[in-house]
């Protein structure tokens, strides 16, 4: 059978400029309370990029908690 690819989230985007992450936290740090994201994914290089993009955007703030589900997964 075909071998599925586990997909790599890693908490690295390019859509997270130096600069756009700065203003992110400056954000973030008005956070009064904990903020839960919450993510379906597929197998799809846009879900990868998304998964990346929502991983790092959470390493910004203890605030900010995220959860990946994988789609068609119950």
């Known amino acids: 059978g075909r ?3 586990e997909m790599e989230i890693i908490p690295e985007s390019k859509l997270l400029t130096s600069e756009l ?4 936290k400056a954000v973030f740090s008005k956070l009064e309370r904990t903020v839960y994201l919450y993510s379906i994914l597929d ?3 846009k879900s990868q990029e998304l ?3 929502l991983l ?3 390493t910004l703030s203890d605030k900010v908690k995220l959860s990946f589900f994988k789609k068609g997964v119950k």
């Not at 992450?21 to 992110?24: A, D, G, I, L, P």
Request: with cysteine; aromatic share 6%; proline share 0%.
């Open 3 to 5: 071998k599925e690819k």
């Open 21 to 24: 992450k700065e203003q992110v």
């Open 43 to 45: 197998e799809s290089e």
């Open 51 to 53: 998964g990346c993009f």
């Open 56 to 58: 790092e955007l959470s």
